[in-house]
C-alpha cells in the first residue's frame, strides 16, 4: 500500500493542515458526498479477513468489501450473521469464497462511516488530482481511507500528493483495526505456550492448562448464542487438551489432585457430546443423501427433522448450564487454580525439566504407536484401530505442547506424516462411530414388537452399508498412511530428537 496503488490509511482522522503543508502551491479541498452512516465491520470469530489483509463493512443494506491494494466491491445484500456459501452471488461472494465455511461473519465491531472526495488544486484553481476519502468513526477511535485518482498530464502533482500522504499513512489495515477496535485482538484457538527448557514440569502444565482455559471461555458466548458450531467445537477441543495434560504429564501432579481435577474436567466434558454429535450430523447432512439413491431420502428426511429438533433442546439444556452460577463458579475456581503453580499439589516429577521430560514422554508414546501401528492388518478388530487413533492423538498433543522447545522445521517435517495418518484414523472413527449411532437411532424408533418405520428403516440400512464399505476403505489408508510416517527419515529424526539415555 502507497504510493504505488495511490492507496492510503491514515490512523485516526487526516490532518488537512498537516497534508495543505506539505504540498508545496497545491491545495486539497474535500467535499462531503453524504452523511456519516452506521456500519458493522464484519469478520469471522478467527478474524481471517483480518489476516488476508481485507475489510468487509456492512452498510445501508449493503456489503463492502476492501482489498489490500484499495480495490473496493460491492454488493447489496446483509451478512451479519450468515455463512459466505448462503450469501446471494455476488461479487463479494466471489472475492471471499475462500472464507472459512463453518463460521459465520459476525460484527467484529461498530461505527460511523463517511464517504467523501477531495481534489488537489494549483494555484489557477485547476484540478490535478481526484480521489476518494472514507473516515471510519468509532467511540475508541477514527481512520481514514484515501485513494488517489492520476489525471493525465499531471502526474509530478500527483506524486506529491502520494508522497505527502506516504508519511502520515500507516501500512495495511491493521491500523484501521488497531485505531477502531483496539480491544478486538484476533481469537487464536491453539495459542503457542511460551516455554523455557529447565522450566519445571509443573509450571508447564499450569500454562498450558491455563491457557486453553481461557480459549474454552472465550468461546461460551458463541455457543449460548448459536452463532457457528465451531464455538462449541473450539470449546471442546480445549478442554480435550487439558484433560490430555493430566493424563500425560504422568507424576507432575499428586494422584489425588491428579483424579480429582479429570472428574472436574470429565463432568465439564459431558454435557457438550450430544449436542456436538447431532450438529455433526446436520452439517453432513447433505453427504448423507448423496451416498443413498433418491428413493431412500424419505426416511432420511425423517431422520434428519428429528436431529434439528433433538438439538434444539439439547442446545436449550446446555446454554442454561454456561448461564447458570454453578458452572461460572466452577469455571472462575479452576482458573483461580491455574493462575500459577503455587497452589497445585506436586508429583514426584513436578520440578523436572521440561526438555528432559517433553523428550522422555514423546519419545516414549512414539514407540507405543509404532508397535501398535505395525500390527494393523485387514483383519485387526475395530477396537484396536481406535485405540491407534487415540494414541497417535496423544503424541501429536504433546509435540504440539512442547513444539517451542524444539526446531520449527523438524518438528513440522514429523508432524506432516502424522497428521495424514490421523485424518485416515478419524475417518476410520467417524465411520464406525456413525454406524453405531444410525443402529441407535433406529432401535430407539422402533415399536414394542421391535419394528421400525420402514422407510426410515430402510435409509438407515443404505446408509450403514456404504459407510461400512467406506471405513474398510479407510483401514487400508490407514495402513498406507501409517509406512509413509514410519519411514527411515521420520524414525531417525524422531530417535535422535527424543530419544536420550539418560531416559
Known amino acids: 500500500m502507497g504510493q504505488a496503488s495511490g492507496f492510503f490509511i491514515i490512523p485516526g482522522r487526516l490532518d488537512r493542515v498537516e497534508l495543505s503543508g506539505a504540498l508545496n502551491g497545491l491545495t486539497p479541498e474535500f467535499a462531503t458526498l453524504t452523511a456519516a452512516r452506521p456500519f458493522d465491520l464484519l469478520d469471522c470469530y478467527d478474524q481471517s479477513l483480518r489476516a488476508e489483509e481485507r475489510l468487509l463493512i456492512e452498510v445501508n443494506g449493503g456489503l463492502q468489501l476492501l482489498q489490500g ?262 469455571m472462575d475456581e479452576l482458573e483461580a487454580l491455574f493462575a500459577d503453580a503455587k497452589g497445585l499439589e506436586f508429583g514426584p516429577n513436578a520440578d523436572r525439566g521440561a526438555y528432559s521430560y517433553a523428550c522422555a514422554l514423546i519419545w516414549k508414546r512414539y514407540r507405543k504407536v509404532c508397535k501398535l501401528a505395525r500390527g494393523i492388518t485387514s483383519e485387526t478388530p475395530d477396537e484396536v484401530v481406535h485405540d491407534l487413533r487415540i494414541d497417535c492423538k496423544k503424541l501429536r498433543y504433546l509435540m504440539e505442547f512442547f513444539g517451542p522447545l524444539f526446531d520449527k522445521g523438524v518438528f513440522k517435517t514429523l508432524i506432516k506424516p502424522l497428521k495424514k495418518l490421523q485424518d485416515s484414523l478419524g475417518l476410520f472413527n467417524d465411520y464406525s462411530v456413525q454406524q453405531e449411532a444410525l443402529l441407535d437411532f433406529v432401535a430407539t424408533q422402533s415399536d414394542a414388537q421391535g419394528r421400525a418405520n420402514a422407510p426410515l428403516a430402510m435409509s438407515v440400512g443404505g446408509l450403514i452399508a456404504v459407510l461400512d464399505q467406506r471405513q474398510e476403505a479407510e483401514r487400508n489408508r490407514v495402513i498406507a498412511s501409517f509406512q509413509h510416517f514410519d519411514n527411515p527419515d521420520i524414525q531417525n529424526l524422531f530417535r535422535t530428537l527424543f530419544h536420550h539415555k539418560e531416559d
Open 69 to 330: 491494494d484499495g480495490e473496493a466491491l460491492a454488493q447489496a445484500c446483509t451478512g451479519k450473521g450468515k455463512f459466505v456459501q448462503d450469501l446471494p452471488d455476488g461479487p463479494v461472494k466471489a472475492a471471499v469464497k475462500g472464507f472459512p465455511k463453518l463460521r459465520a461473519l459476525m460484527s467484529v465491531g461498530s461505527g460511523l462511516i463517511e464517504p467523501g472526495s477531495f481534489a488537489v488544486l494549483d494555484d489557477l484553481q485547476k484540478t490535478q488530482v481526484r480521489g476518494s476519502v472514507v473516515t471510519l468513526s468509532t467511540d475508541e477511535g477514527q481512520a481514514t481511507l484515501l485513494t488517489l485518482q492520476p489525471m493525465r498530464g499531471y502526474d509530478r502533482a500527483y506524486h506529491a500528493v502520494c508522497a505527502a500522504l506516504s508519511g502520515m499513512a500507516a501500512s495495511g489495515f491493521e491500523a484501521v483495526f488497531s485505531n477502531l477496535f483496539p480491544g478486538a485482538t484476533p481469537y487464536d484457538a491453539k495459542p503457542q505456550v511460551i516455554l523455557g527448557k529447565q522450566e519445571p514440569s509443573i509450571e508447564v502444565a499450569a500454562d498450558i492448562i491455563r491457557t486453553y482455559l481461557a480459549v474454552a471461555r472465550q468461546n461460551e458466548a458463541g455457543v449460548i448464542a448459536d452463532a457457528d458450531t465451531e464455538f462449541l467445537h473450539d470449546y471442546r477441543v480445549s478442554l480435550r487438551r487439558v484433560r490430555s495434560v493430566l493424563s500425560l504429564f504422568k507424576g507432575v501432579f499428586s494422584p489425588e489432585q491428579t483424579k480429582v481435577l479429570k472428574r472436574e474436567f470429565s463432568d465439564l466434558m459431558a454435557p457438550t457430546g450430544r449436542v456436538r454429535d447431532l450438529d455433526v450430523y446436520l452439517l453432513e447432512k447433505d453427504i448423507y443423501f448423496n451416498l443413498i439413491p433418491r428413493n431412500l431420502h424419505q426416511g432420511a428426511e425423517t431422520m434428519f427433522a428429528q436431529f434439528a429438533t433433538e438439538r434444539t433442546r439439547a442446545l436449550a439444556a446446555l446454554t442454561r448450564r454456561f448461564r447458570s452460577a454453578a458452572y461460572g463458579k466452577k
